[in-house]
């Protein structure tokens, strides 16, 4: 079995969906637009999609699951200040001393998510 998209639920998913494609560099499906109840971002193979489907209700708990990301050309700093200029917000640093940890972000909706180390972080 092979994931296909991993879905997130949205109050507006187009302005979601807008903020990830620019978080990630990964395009709009064509066709997708304002007011649609769902939009896909389109990642290259073989990893998923990000699907946004429109819901009525606005998001009020804790994640259970949540997306860590690892920057492939910048720093974990630098994304994560990157991703604040985006609309992104901090939610939890977990950044240690000795370069250590991870950030936990919300997106413009307050969907969890986390920026770790990039490769080059970890193997320096």
């Known amino acids: 079995m092979i994931p296909r998209h991993i879905t997130i639920d949205a109050g507006n998913p187009y302005e979601l969906a807008q903020f990830w494609s620019t978080a990630t560099g990964w395009p709009i499906a064509d066709g997708d637009d304002h007011g649609d109840d769902e939009v896909l971002v389109v990642a290259p193979a073989p990893v998923p999609s990000l699907l946004f489907i429109a819901v009525p209700e606005s998001k009020s708990v804790k994640n259970r699951v949540h997306l860590d990301w690892v920057p492939d050309q910048r720093t974990r700093d630098e994304e994560v200040d990157r991703l604040v200029t985006l609309g ?37």
Request: glycine residues 6%.
């Open 88 to 124: 992104a917000t901090i939610h939890d640093d977990h950044r240690q001393p000795d370069g250590r940890g991870w950030v936990t972000m919300h997106d413009p909706e307050y969907n969890e998510f986390c920026i770790e180390r990039s490769e080059a972080e970890r193997t320096a």
